[in-house]
């Protein structure tokens, strides 16, 4: 007799979808929207009336994390135009021209006005959307939405985030302070984002495959240069991993695949090299792992003291696919080795600043074999498969220290009360005693790669990590995606006359001016624009005090090193004006979400005060209300 079939398994529903979260989240998002959009001069709000207090953000206002606070200033009220709205609301202004609107204070004159999504309808024509963009960012938006719900939903105060270790609290953060949609991550359903999103934070097993040599390349620093030394260090039991692979074991490589990576890419684009066995699945190796903000990379949760993994993933997220190009991948542990040796023998880097350098040590490189003759192709079609090995934060900590993103220090607990006042209060330092010291410990190895050697990291706040004393003092730096995220300076330097090939053949080179824009950019103005104001918010410092303090922090560096006075102008951190850098005119504007056989890059859109020049924190007269008409 037939047998009835099984019952299908329950619908999925993210538990935090309910109507208070989302509002609460939403309202957060719609003051980001403007705040953002202001900044980039995508859209421009008018001042209405004489400053007001436009008070302190409540834990209520904005998911945890969201970085918010800056509102508690005076500001003044605003008035954005829309054919078929009016917003009003507060919003002070901030280093590098800065917008930050209080969320407790937005109006609209249509009722569904305040949800975020409604502002892209009102808005697309005064932006300039193209309907695809609209249609694909409203999907990115919701997502975002959704992951900031859950933040909320699970919040924790502020000083139960600062009791946590550095992978736990990654899991807490809110994602990009500057790009909007920042927790978009398409291609992931609702369900896979229970699962692998960081704010999921549940430890999981990565199954292994193997990959025939015919197919795929290792690279490992010395010291491991041979696969083995790296399968021996990772693995509990590399023959028990590969024994499926009988006599020929030998002539694979092993690495872990996500799964979701898999089922979505792996299994339809490689079918043909599975089919012949010359790409094989395996078993875990017994270890979780979790997921870091970067999705795409994982903390080993079981052993610590192994690396975290870097992993190709068919997701869009902020402005990329997040694969691993092929050729940075080779290049990933030459990068490391070179880098290293640069610390190294470096007595200021090596024994002063002590900068941790999470090096990348190990690759495998699986290269399509239909896509590498296809360089018209879109990019994402060239990083689908490999895997690097990164060393990790928890061997390289003194007794006592704590590591914690610089995106970190952004977060606001359920309380209301920011992780960075927290930290300050536990210090026992005054707040700007306290600054003083984040800077002591970011600022001297950052500028000397650049003085010296004409390097430069993105110090964001991903991949800057604060190393913070038993007294949650700042007191070094640890830095991490080399591969990816360092930039050469094009002139000739005797520092960079030697370059091994390898790392010459993959590392970008930029102008001086495009050099110091990393540092611009990448913290001043993606972090530290940010934090500036919730320290006056919540810790009474007040805001051009954090920028002297700054400015203060490169002039000794500078007074130290005379011998470098050339380059201090070559590469000059003081210029009144910088470019203006634009994350989210790139995706509205720009490329949208178009294939492409590269990756894009950001937006340029006019320029803005540079905060390290004293009075450059303050917009310029007449700038607010400056009407600028969206670009094309």
Known sequence: ??????????????????????????????????????????????????????????????PAGAGAGAGSAAGADYLLKLPDAEYRFTARRGAYGSWFVDPATLHCTRPEGLDPLRLLTYARHTLGLRGDTTGHLVRELTATLIADAHLLATGLT???????GHTELEGRQGGHPWIVPNKGRIGFSASDAA???????????????????????????????DPEQLYRRELDDPAALRAPLGPDAGDYLLLPVHPWQWDETVVPLFAPWIASGEIVPLAGDGDLRLPQQSIRSFFNHTRPE????????????????????TERTLAAPAVTAWIHGLRDADPFLRDECRVVLLGEIASVTVDHPL???????????????????????????????????????????????????????????????????????????????????????SPHGENAVVLFDEHDVPVRLAVKDFVDDVNLSDQDLPELRALPAEVDAVLLREDP???????????????????????????GLPEEAFWTLLRTEVLRYQERFP??????????????????????????????????????????????????VPGGAAPLPGQRDRIVTPAP
């Open 1 to 62: 007799m037939p047998q009835p079939p099984a019952a299908e398994p329950p619908l999925y529903l993210p538990p935090q979808l309910t109507a208070g979260h989302w509002q609460r989240a939403g309202r957060a998002l719609l003051a980001k929207m403007l705040g953002e959009f202001a900044y980039e001069e995508l859209i421009v709000p008018v001042e209405t009336g004489t400053p007001v207090d436009a008070g302190a953000p409540t834990g209520t206002a904005a």
């Open 158 to 164: 502020a000083a139960e985030l600062a009791d946590l």
């Open 195 to 225: 699962r692998w999103a960081p704010e999921a934070r549940t430890p999981r097993p990565l199954p292994w495959i193997a990959v025939h040599r015919r197919l795929a390349e290792y690279r490992g620093v010395p010291g491991l240069a």
């Open 306 to 325: 192994r690396c975290t993994v870097k992993l190709p993933l068919a997701i869009l997220n902020t402005l990329v696919w997040r694969g691993l190009p």
């Open 371 to 457: 896509y590498r003759e296809l360089p018209e192709a879109p990019y994402q079609y060239k990083e689908l498969l490999g895997a690097i090995w990164r060393e990790p934060l928890g061997p390289a900590l003194d007794p006592g220290e704590r590591g914690r993103t610089l995106a970190a220090l952004l977060q606001t607990g359920t309380d209301g009360r920011a992780l960075a006042a927290e930290l300050v209060a536990r210090s026992g330092l005054t707040p700007a005693e306290w600054t003083g010291r984040l800077f002591a410990a970011m600022l001297p190895p950052l500028l000397h790669f650049l003085y010296r050697y004409g390097l430069v990291f």
């Open 513 to 539: 001016a495009g050099l110091c824009q990393f540092l611009h950019s990448g913290l001043f103005v993606g972090v530290y624009r940010y934090l500036a104001p919730l320290l006056e918010a919540q810790t």
């Open 563 to 612: 011998a470098l006075a050339g380059r201090f102008a070559l590469f000059d951190l003081f210029r009144p004006r910088i470019d203006r850098l634009c994350l989210n005119r790139n995706r509205l504007l720009m490329d949208g979400y178009a294939d492409r056989p590269q990756r894009p890059h950001a937006a340029r859109h006019g320029t803005v005060p540079n905060a390290l």
